[in-house]
């Protein structure tokens, strides 16, 4: 049985070592120098200046939009899509005789709302061009349809609404996958205690907030997580999406962006490996916040 | 509970309509004439436009990025499952000096954004003469998408009994064929929530290879499509990119209505590991 074990383990590992190695930990390992240097991809010729990137960044007034964007949608695109899927899926639950059992179709609408969660970013930046277009978008069609041809504008072109058109999409894309994922959390929750809250006559508000949302705490928390990194991102649909890309005016301007431009357009590597770092930094950190707010008791359902 | 009830249909269909509506609208969208695409958005086509189809497959390229697409996953997702199976059921089952080391060097990985390593990636790529290559992207896709497979694989693998392996090495057989015969078909609900995980991952991929892979005969869908939304927007052929978004959406959302059950299954239950 002992026969061979070493030579099947370097044969299971190492391919995927070696692949890992110079795809993966190498170029992360790298960055961090190169955003040290002020190299601008010619062979052998990168100096080390030190930090001098990083301050070059503090005064950079793009990076600085790029940062505040970030911020404002790590900010808001969690809190829409978490409270939306909540809400839609606790509705999905509500109704039947014993307060939570799922009302008639709802597997139909969870066919539904997942299918964005499938489609490319890049189809979906598409496609939300399309229903953004002043002239013959869907959403001033709409608008102006039902008379109120006063709030029909240039979506993606004013400084003001570009960045929530962004969010919007964000918020659109996301919020099918993280209903199905609650609805399946508030699935496991014992029926027992929802009679229990309805014989103590708890009303749906007190239900969900006393019962349900305590109990899918850890699915909520990791939904956090996962859409800050998404939020931290946003680069595909701003890419492809806003007019510029990344305007007006820096307006929705974002990290990914800014480093993509500095790096292949302006062929300034080392810049924009500083750039990398700092999204790095603020990933660590969003990542080490979700860990202590988790070390919090949890509930055990016996 | 009657008022109830009333306000979560009505809340279920709102939102229904709102994730349903732009999907409709552009595939509706596709079978119009330009004219009518810009006069009157909410219209449904008068003489559904055909040729809009052809046009985006042929002319547009979207048939030849439909490919590149299909080669290109289909080869990163054998060798991502294949590399992250046969690590993971390493780890899992066999104890050696290191094992935590690799475990942890894999699965820190998946914590680190792409943006980082990309500046170094590039020149990685570009050392190796990869560049524009399927080789090289079917590579690099592997390499970014074995962390999450060995972190997924790695919990299932520890779950199933070794009792069936015990009994197979008694009976003489080797380690390899003890992993390819035995531990590899009971593991099969892992491998494909997780193979489903990839395959979406790595189909909607953009950002890789917009910097790895810059010659238009080798784009992959999602870039062709982004690059076609910028070319057919100078020609305004608004109707010739409808209908090759709606080609974009077709098989991923007919996959999905086929599998939906699976492919939801897989997908939540890979977040919440």
Request: glycine share 10%; with cysteine.
């Amino acid at each position: 049985m002992r026969h061979g074990r070493y030579r099947f383990l370097a044969w299971a590992l190492l391919p995927a070592l070696a692949l890992h190695a110079v795809f993966v930990l190498s170029p992360y390992a790298q960055a961090f120098y190169l955003s040290l240097t002020d190299w601008t991809g010619v062979a052998g010729n990168a100096h080390f200046v030190g930090l001098s990137n990083y301050r070059r960044l503090a005064s950079d007034s793009l990076f600085l939009d790029a940062v505040r964007n970030n911020a404002t949608m790590l900010v808001v695109v969690p809190l829409a899509t978490v409270a939306l899927g909540l809400f839609l899926a606790s509705m999905l639950h509500v109704g039947g005789r014993d307060g939570r059992s799922a009302v008639r179709g709802a597997g139909g609408y969870q066919i539904v709302y997942f299918f964005p969660q499938l489609l490319s970013l890049v189809v979906i930046a598409v496609l939300w061009g399309f229903v953004y277009n002043p002239t013959n978008g869907l959403l001033n069609g709409a608008l102006r349809g039902i008379g109120l041809d006063g709030l029909a504008r240039s979506w993606l072109a004013e400084p003001s609404v570009a960045l929530w058109a962004v969010m919007a999409v964000l918020v659109w894309s996301s919020v099918g996958f993280y209903l199905v994922l609650f609805s399946a959390a508030i699935d496991g929750i014992p029926k027992e205690l929802y009679e229990a809250a309805l014989l103590d006559g708890a009303g749906p508000w007190a239900t969900f907030w006393r019962l349900t949302l305590p109990l899918v705490r850890d699915t909520v928390q990791v939904a956090f997580v996962y859409l800050g990194i998404v939020a931290l991102d946003g680069f595909a649909v701003v890419q492809v999406m806003t007019v510029g890309p990344g305007g007006p005016d820096g307006a929705t301007e974002v990290i990914g962006l800014s480093l993509y431009r500095t790096a292949f357009t302006y062929g300034k590597f080392g810049y924009a490996s500083a750039m990398g770092v700092a999204l790095f930094f603020a990933t660590l950190t969003l990542a080490v916040l979700a860990l202590r707010a988790g070390r919090k008791e949890r509930l055990e359902l016996a | 509970m009657r008022i109830s009830r009333g306000l979560a249909h009505a809340a279920m269909l709102a939102w229904g309509v709102v994730t349903a509506l732009p999907l409709l609208w552009a595939v509706l969208s596709s079978f119009k004439s330009d004219h009518e695409i810009l006069t009157a958005p909410w219209s449904i086509p008068q003489h559904p436009q055909w040729t809009n189809w052809s046009r985006a497959w042929n002319e547009a390229d979207i048939g030849r990025y439909f490919l590149n697409s299909a080669i290109v996953v289909g080869g990163a997702l054998v060798l991502t499952m294949l590399l992250g199976a046969l690590v993971a059921y390493a780890l899992a089952r066999y104890e050696f000096p290191g094992n935590r080391l690799v475990y942890h060097t894999f699965v820190a990985a998946m914590f680190f954004p792409v943006f980082l390593a990309l500046v170094p990636l590039f020149f990685v790529v570009k050392q190796l003469h990869l560049l524009d290559t399927y080789a090289g992207l079917i590579l690099v896709y592997a390499a970014y998408a074995v962390p999450f497979t060995v972190f997924f694989l790695h919990a299932f693998f520890r779950t199933l009994p070794s009792s069936i392996a015990e009994a197979a090495f008694l009976d003489g057989c080797g380690h390899g064929a003890v992993f390819f015969r035995i531990m590899l078909p009971m593991a099969r609900p892992g491998l494909v929530a997780v193979g489903i995980f990839n395959f979406l991952g790595l189909w909607n991929q953009y950002l890789l290879p917009l910097v790895l892979n810059s010659d238009p005969d080798r784009y992959v869908l999602a870039q062709g499509l982004a690059a076609l939304s910028v070319s057919q927007g100078y020609r305004s052929d608004w109707s010739g990119l409808f209908a090759g978004l709606t080609i974009a959406m077709i098989p991923v959302l007919v996959a999905y209505v086929a599998f939906q059950r699976h492919i939801r299954a897989g997908m939540t239950t890979g977040a919440v590991r």
